[in-house]
């Protein structure tokens, strides 16, 4: 079934480390991607992940995936103010569609 | 800037009109997708299209229709409003209609039927 979970919320202070958790129940899944949602604007894709790799990083990010557990995670380094957004995980399940299943959204408020 | 553009950006308009939501994918994009992001059901697949041909659905009410035109831009129809409808719809698009590529959002079109 399709089922993708996120907590709801995550503060964190300026220049540490956050890290946004996201569980997925259908072990078919071939990408999941992590996209960022700021007020009042549309999703911007940051990055994505085949599911036979377990890591993947891109700057200040890190996308870990436990394929085992259905677990799969992002960390943002040294956060910064503008980091303070909804953050989606979506899933894909390969084959003729690329239609995205998305996580309810975790919030992430970053304090100075 | 994704590179995808969605017109309006607002639309304000009374229960049991019709409307229509317009999306320009990417620059050599064949495959649109649309979106609803309501509060109470959060951000769900409606719609894709590949080429101007249904690839893959939703859920998708019946009162909801799209089409991709051969320039390959597409539109989302809403009728029979009500005003649970009011929502946030993304159109989206990548290179292909299959999976493992990257698909870009555009702005969103705010819809809000009174």
């Known amino acids: 079934g399709e089922d993708v979970e996120q907590s709801l919320f995550l503060s964190v202070r300026e220049g540490d480390s956050s890290v946004i958790n996201c569980t997925y129940t259908?072990?078919?899944?071939?990408?999941l991607y992590w996209y960022k949602q700021e007020p009042g604007a549309g999703l911007q894709l940051l990055t994505y992940i085949f599911s036979n790799m377990d890591m993947k990083q891109d700057q200040r990010l890190t996308v870990l995936l436990n394929k085992k557990d259905k677990h799969l995670s992002l960390r943002i380094a040294d956060t910064q103010t503008g980091d303070s957004a909804i953050y989606f995980c979506a899933e894909t399940y390969g084959g003729a569609t690329n239609k995205l299943i998305f996580g309810t959204g975790t919030l992430l408020a970053v304090q100075p | 800037d994704s590179g995808v553009t969605q017109t309006p950006k607002h639309l304000i308009t009374a229960t049991g009109q019709r409307v229509t939501l317009r999306c320009s994918p990417r620059?050599?994009?064949?495959?649109v997708y649309w979106y609803q992001q309501s509060l109470d059901q959060g951000l769900q697949f409606l719609i894709q299209?590949?080429?101007?041909?249904?690839?893959a659905k939703g859920n998708i009410l019946e009162r909801f229709s799209a089409q991709q035109f051969p320039d390959l831009h597409s539109e989302l129809n809403l009728s029979s409003l009500e005003l649970g409808d009011s929502a946030l719809y993304f159109c989206?698009?990548?290179?292909?209609?299959?999976?493992?590529?990257?698909?870009?959002f555009g702005p969103g079109t705010r819809l809000t039927v009174t």
């Open positions: 259908d072990s078919s899944s071939t990408y």
């Open positions: 620059s050599g994009d064949l495959s």
């Open positions: 989206a698009s990548s290179p292909t209609g299959t999976s493992g590529y990257e698909q870009y």
């Open positions: 299209y590949y080429n101007g041909e249904e690839r």
